[in-house]
Each structure stands twice: as structure tokens, then as C-alpha cells.
């Protein structure tokens, strides 16, 4: 991390080096994640860290964008979810940690209506959707907290399913605009698929056994979970209203 901090994790002042901050152009033109987009295309050992040629960091990303009167709130509910257990967090900062950074409001359909705080979690996912994260229960708590709790729209490129439950009544009577265009300019929906139809509903499909751990819903019964690694449906440990798949080992089941 303190190198990332050295390099300003790839910003470039002039689009050569990084000076120091603040650096200001548009992202485009300014980052390219430490450098490592232009390094020798036959030299691994300088590619970026997520080069398909070899097994890098691999990490999922859930981001969720609050309007700045409701970020604090949200930020303490954190805190106490920290508090009970600090070690439980510590899976996130192998994976960069937690990023906070903020957008301008724009009168973009999908955008943001106001100035915002946006907040980042990284976090291990594995291959197998079935597999369990580490500390999967408060991962999901955050996530239900910010998106359920104290309503954070989602990104549309960072989350899982179930950070778009109910996203048209957060977007307003903008979301309408949107589809009234899309539908305009890709009669033919060369540009959709299953996944941003399920996206733009906002619907929560039917539930399965794990769907829960692939963030494809929120789990209700156990097998939403992984009964047989140890992980139940359990209630969460500070905002109680979220239903999350938590490790519990005295309750293994063997399949």
C-alpha cells in the first residue's frame, strides 16, 4: 500500500509521471493502475497484477453511492459492525481495502441527481460460485446495509445482482428516460442480454440452492447458503434486518 501511495497507484500529472496531488484531467488520460498497461507484452513479471497468462490477484467489487447527507450514517454502522470483531474485516485489505471517492451530481439519466459519496469494498470471490468468501456474512451485512438500509444506488459495472433489488424507484422518473432511449437506439437489443434485463428490472428472480453466496438473493432459508461448508441464514449482527450466510461450525451438514 505504500507503494501504491508513492506512485499514486498510477495517476500521471502530465501523462508521463506522477508529481504528487492533486492530479486533474479526466481518468482516461491520468491512470493506467501503476503503470502496468504499458509494460513489455512479453514480460510477466511486469504485467498488471489480473494478466489472464498467469494466476494474479483475483477480487470482486461491490460499490455503492450514497447522496452525502446519508454516507455518515451508513459509515457507523460500519464501525460498530467493526467494533464487535475487528479481525473480520481484515479479509478486505488484502484486496486494496476500502476506497472512498466522490461524484459531481449530473443531469445523466443514470447518474447521480446530486453531489455523492462513493464507497468501494474489495473483497476475494472464487471461481466456484458455490465456494464462500472469507468472512461472507459481514460482507453481505455491509452490502444489505448500504443498499437496503440507507438506500446507496448501485454502480452498474461493480455489484452483484443484488445490489440492483428495487434500483428503478432509486433512479426516479429518470430510469424511464433511459429505457425510453435505450429502446430507441437498440431496437433489436443487440446490446442486452439475460443479465442487464434482470439489471434494469431490479427484480430478485427465483432462489436456489447458494444463490445467496453469488449475491443472486438474499437468502431466506438454508440451503440459500451452504449448509454443507458450515454457512447458515442468519440475521445480521448490527443492522438485524439483513438475512446473511453466516459460518457456523457446530452446525455442519454433511451432504
Known amino acids: 500500500m505504500a507503494y501504491k501511495k508513492l506512485i499514486g497507484n498510477g495517476l500521471k500529472n502530465s501523462g508521463l509521471i506522477f508529481t504528487g496531488y492533486p492530479v486533474i484531467g479526466r481518468q482516461g488520460k491520468i491512470q493506467t493502475s501503476g503503470s502496468c498497461l504499458y509494460s513489455s507484452s512479453i514480460r510477466i513479471d511486469v504485467a498488471c497484477a489480473w494478466d489472464p497468462r498467469y494466476n494474479g490477484l483475483f477480487f470482486y467489487e461491490t460499490t455503492a453511492i450514497f447522496p452525502v447527507s446519508r454516507f455518515r450514517d451508513f459509515l457507523l454502522d460500519v ?3 467493526r467494533d464487535m470483531k475487528p479481525e473480520r474485516l481484515c479479509g478486505i485489505d488484502i484486496y486494496n481495502g476500502i ?3 466522490f461524484i459531481k451530481g449530473s443531469k445523466a439519466y443514470l447518474g447521480q441527481t446530486e453531489d455523492s ?3 468501494d469494498f474489495n473483497y476475494y470471490r472464487a471461481d466456484d460460485e458455490l465456494t464462500p468468501r472469507l468472512n461472507q456474512d459481514v460482507m453481505e451485512e455491509m452490502e444489505q446495509m448500504a443498499f437496503v ?3 446507496a444506488k448501485p454502480h452498474w459495472g461493480k455489484n452483484r445482482k443484488v445490489g440492483f433489488f428495487g434500483v428503478k424507484q432509486k433512479i426516479g422518473p429518470n430510469f ?11 431496437p433489436k437489443k443487440m ?3 439475460e443479465w442487464s434485463d434482470e439489471i434494469l428490472l431490479g427484480t430478485e428472480a427465483s432462489k436456489y440452492d447458494g444463490c445467496a453466496l ?3 438473493c438474499v437468502c431466506s432459508e438454508e440451503r440459500h447458503c451452504n449448509p454443507s461448508k458450515g454457512y447458515f441464514c442468519k440475521e445480521g449482527l448490527v443492522y438485524t434486518q439483513a438475512r446473511v450466510c453466516r459460518f457456523s461450525p457446530a452446525q455442519v451438514i454433511v451432504m
Open 117 to 119: 459519496v462513493v464507497i
Open 191 to 193: 446490446f442486452s442480454s
Open 149 to 151: 438500509k440507507h438506500g
Open 176 to 186: 424511464d428516460k433511459f429505457l425510453e432511449v435505450k429502446n430507441k437506439l437498440d
Open 214 to 216: 453469488e449475491g443472486n
Open 99 to 101: 476506497f472512498i471517492r
Open 79 to 81: 464501525k460498530k459492525l
